[in-house]
């Protein structure tokens, strides 16, 4: 509805209004809880329609005693697998008849400590908490016994008593530096994103495969997550003869990296082969496609809400789900120059 200052939801109040009837008959109605002539019945469908009424679900859950919200702590939302996994959250609640609220969530003690009451503020049914950083980890520890609580990562096992959701990201790294070990390479360089005190599958997946092949591991490049500090990177190695193949810790630091290489004459991948992670869409139009880990994020949110769904409705037995991501190989891998 409209007033000076914008837009108002319209109110039980404007229906009854809108319709002849009392707010109670409106209530009646849309609960379906009494009966009510047919006639009136209908003209309270038509305000509905008319005014585009929608209930208050909070309100609604707190009556019935059936809550219907869930609550998504995150420490970031615009990154890739944060937004994905999100969505896949929101689609299987969606489906399921309930609703996401998401809240950012701070690094620093106070900061992080009002946004995990904010989110408990509201009349949730239960938590997902991404835990793909060290915000995610600590809001987790924040979170009040007897609430029901799912954690999404990545990673191959947990400890402790929350379910979890997880991409084995330590086995997928694993095999993808393995693959480039096998087309010839004599080792395989690493650049990793940040970490936020978070311990990292992919490098440790990376680790373990040069280890298992007895090469001993080159020192770790850190970048950030973006294409930015990938092309950095790309300048820096451009000039070097030992570097021939680089897995990376996203496909957006590969994309900088290649770029830069490309930049300074050196070719993808006969000269260096790069693999990325994530399979982002947009990795398949680049020159030369990308080969890359690719991780099902939504598929990950899914999987988080269906544990999630299982405990609000009693479930003593759930089990934490655990997928191992499969390399998908294309245009920017080879064997190395003779």
């Given at each position: ?18 319709a002849g009837v009392s707010v109670p008959t409106v209530s ?118 007897g609430l029901p609580v799912v954690v999404a990562g990545g ?184």
């Open positions: 509805m409209k007033t000076q200052k914008g837009y108002r939801a319209p109110v039980l109040a404007d229906v009854a209004r809108e009646r109605v849309l609960n379906g809880s009494k009966y009510v002539a047919p006639e009136l019945a209908e003209r309270v469908h038509r305000a509905v329609a008319t005014l585009g009424y929608r209930p208050n679900e909070a309100a609604r859950s707190m009556r019935s005693g059936r809550r219907t919200l869930v609550s998504v702590l995150a420490g970031a939302t615009a990154n890739y697998g944060y937004a994905r996994t999100i969505q896949g959250i929101e689609i299987a609640a969606r489906h399921a008849g309930m609703s996401v609220t998401i809240t950012v969530v701070e690094h620093g003690d106070d900061d992080l400590k009002r946004s995990v009451d904010l989110a408990l503020a509201q009349p949730i049914a239960g938590a997902i908490v991404l835990e793909f950083d060290r915000a995610g980890i600590n809001a987790r520890h924040l979170l009040p016994e990673g191959s096992r947990r400890t402790g008593g929350v379910p979890a959701a997880l991409i084995d990201e330590r086995t997928a790294a694993r095999e993808a530096t393995a693959y480039l070990l096998r087309l010839g390479h004599r080792t395989v360089h690493h650049i990793a994103g940040p970490t936020s005190g978070k311990h990292s599958g992919r490098t440790d997946g990376w680790r373990a495969a040069l280890t298992a092949a007895g090469t001993d591991a080159p020192p770790v490049m850190n970048a950030d997550w973006d294409a930015t500090s990938g092309y950095r990177w790309g300048e820096r190695i451009a000039g070097r003869d030992d570097v021939t193949a680089v897995l990376c810790g996203n496909d957006e630091i590969a994309i900088g990296l290649m770029r830069a290489l490309t930049d300074r004459g050196v070719r993808v991948p006969e000269d260096v082969s790069v693999i990325g992670f994530d399979d982002q869409p947009l990795v398949t139009m680049w020159q030369p496609s990308l080969t890359t880990v690719d991780q099902d994020f939504e598929d990950l949110g899914q999987r988080a809400f269906g544990l999630l769904a299982g405990l609000i409705d009693g479930d003593n037995e759930v089990t934490s789900s655990v997928v191992v991501p499969q390399l998908v190989v294309r245009e920017s891998t080879a064997a190395p120059r003779a």
